[in-house]
Antibody
């Protein structure tokens, strides 16, 4: 059974960079898309972006200028960096596996439990 | 403001059938598949419907999805108390650079 676990600081100061890592266990990180999705308290889901194991990325246009994703296949991990954070970036951050095939399309089949990141001084 | 529009709430009594709508545009629902996720309180979302109307293994056939034009809907029949959750629709959006968009979510209450 594939499992994902987010890790990183729970508190980030305004204007600094939020950094999170997702560790994948129970399966290989290779040949899948890996996404970050966030959810402010009491609000809906927002897709931040995805990275393929080749390193190619797609980002949400609304966050693109501040987002960097990377992958380390040797450690079965992928990471998120979000720069110049403000209080509006406070949210639960989820990592998720993106499954794709031509017939089914692209969807998130495995999710981490989520980690709360608060932006505050 | 979410790209896909869902009603913020829905409700029904046990055994009833409820539907949740999701409205988009030609760049998302109109030209791509729709997916539905169920988020139980305090947990991560779980895939409920893929490719507009397909259920992953383990999802009861009480849940069904449909799509027409730039709108989609999720139907839940034989409503049960454990169906009380938030439901989100999602789709790819081809405007600007391709990206995933979600609906704002619908909180389903089982009365």
């Amino acid at each position: 059974q594939v499992q994902l676990q987010e890790s990183g600081p729970g508190l980030v100061k305004p204007s600094e960079t939020l950094s999170l890592t997702c560790t994948v266990s129970g399966g290989s990180i290779s040949s899948y898309y890996w996404s970050w999705i966030r959810q402010p308290a009491g609000k809906g889901l927002e897709w931040i972006g995805r990275i393929y194991t080749s390193g190619s990325t797609n980002y949400n246009p609304s966050l693109k200028s501040r987002v960097t994703m990377s992958v380390d296949t040797s450690k079965n991990q992928f990471s998120l960096k979000l720069s110049s954070v403000t209080a509006a970036d406070t949210a639960v951050y989820y990592c998720a596996r993106g499954y794709y095939d031509f017939w089914s399309g692209y969807y998130f089949d495995y999710w981490g439990q989520g980690t709360l990141v608060t932006v505050s001084s | 403001q979410s790209v896909l529009t869902q009603p913020p709430s829905a409700s029904g009594t046990p055994g009833q059938r409820v539907t949740i709508s999701c409205s988009g545009s030609s760049s998302n629902i109109g030209s791509n598949y729709v997916y539905w996720y169920q988020q139980l309180p305090g947990t991560a979302p779980k895939l409920l419907i893929y490719r507009n109307n397909q259920r992953p293994s383990g999802v009861p056939d009480r849940f069904s999805g449909s799509k027409s034009g730039t709108s989609a809907s999720l139907a839940i029949s034989g409503l049960r108390s454990e169906d009380e959750a938030d439901y989100y629709c999602a789709a790819w959006d081809d405007s600007l650079s391709a990206h995933v968009v979600f609906g704002g979510g619908t909180k389903l209450t089982v009365l």
